[in-house]
Every structure is written in C-alpha cells, then in structure tokens.
C-alpha cells in the first residue's frame, strides 16, 4: 500500500509492560482479505505493515477481523495490533493474469520444466521451447521456467533436435490457478488467526 494518509491522530507505539513477553511491531503484520473474504494474493502473500494496518482502519477502509495481543496508542486513543483485515470495497480481480517473468515461474510452480528439478534463487531463468532465432514467439504458449543447466544444454535447439521436451505444455493459466499454485508456498512468517482464510479449503479436503 502506497497511499501516504496525514490526517490520521499520530501513533506511537505503547512501552512494552514486559519486552520479553511482546513480539516487536515488525512482526506484526496483518493479512489483508478482500471484500469477499479471501486474500488479494496467495504468493507474494498480501500482507501489510502494522503502519499501513492501522492508517487503514482510521481511514475506514477496512475492517479489522482479528488482532494480535499487542496494542499502540496515541493521546487519545488505543489500537490493538490487526492481524487480519477486511477490505470494505471490493477489488475486482482481472480475470486474465499479467504475462510476467514471476508469473511464469509460479505458473510452473517455481520448477525447471526440463528436468522436474525445484529452483535455487539464482538458478531462475526462462527458456523459448521454439527458440526466438527459428520464430518462438515470447508468449505463455512458448516460455517454460528452466534451470541453467537445461537452458544452456537446450540452447536455440528445437525440442526435437534434442528430445527436451516441457513436462507440461505451456498455456497460459489462470488467475484461479496462479492462486493455487502459490498456496503451496507458504510464507515464512503465519500468523495463527491466518490460517483459516490461507487454507480453509484443503481443511476441508482432508476431512472428506
Ligand atoms: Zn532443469
């Protein structure tokens, strides 16, 4: 959230009545849901700082489903810490996804598309199946995410000149299932109010 709010009461944040026992306000962000209940993202998780939260809900903007044990105040009013957060209006989300270089490596669920492998950080690169000097268009049906080590045993062959074929035919996906593919990364940090609007549906999977 980038949108800077002045007129709010200014916060400061409340001395702790025992450090020990109080986790510090970094660790304190909320997860935001849309107006329908679900999150605006799986992967990055939409989550917002404690300052971003808390403008929020002076400007009315959201409403506050859950809190941390954890409060701030200003003169003249307290605040519990959010951790989970509503938006009152809708965000209509486009229901064609962004052709980016992130989206195609969660399209393929951050695995090289040649050999199966899962990605180290600076393996991630991307590969044209035909490649661009034999006509490949840069397009969802002819980018697979790649380790280096096939990108470069690939090179500007056809798949058929070196039986290296993309596990799965790449197509563009949706919107729905770039959401599902990102709920099997989980972020680093879970707050425990979180996990039923992260992960209510295979819940109830796993007690069918
Ligand atoms: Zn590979």
New binding site residues.
């Given amino acids: 959230m980038t949108t800077q709010v002045t007129s709010s009461p200014p916060i400061a944040a409340t001395p702790p009545p025992s450090v020990d026992s109080l986790p510090p306000l970094e660790s304190c962000p909320a997860l935001v849901l849309n107006a329908d209940y679900r999150p605006l993202s799986y992967f990055p998780l939409s989550i917002w700082s404690w300052q971003d939260a808390v403008k929020a809900i002076f400007r009315e903007s959201v409403t506050v489903i859950a809190e941390y044990d954890r409060a701030i105040h200003s003169p003249s009013t307290q605040v519990k810490l959010p951790s989970v957060l509503v938006l009152n209006e809708y965000v209509s989300v486009s229901s064609t996804p962004a052709f980016t270089r992130f989206n195609v490596f969660l399209r393929d669920a951050l695995h ?1 598309q ?2 199966g ?1 899962p990605f180290k950080t600076h393996q991630l690169t991307f590969d044209h199946v035909i490649p661009r000097s034999k006509g490949g268009k840069t397009s969802w049906d002819n980018i697979v995410a ?2 280096r ?2 990108n470069t045993r690939k090179g500007h062959k056809l798949p058929e000149q070196c039986s290296m074929f993309p596990i799965t035919e790449p197509r563009e996906p949706t919107v729905h299932e770039l959401q599902e593919t990102g709920k099997r990364f989980p972020p680093n940090f879970l707050h425990e109010s979180w996990a039923d609007f992260l992960y209510w549906d295979s819940e109830l999977e796993g007690q069918i």
């Fill in positions: 090289c040649y050999c492998d790649a380790c080590k096939c």
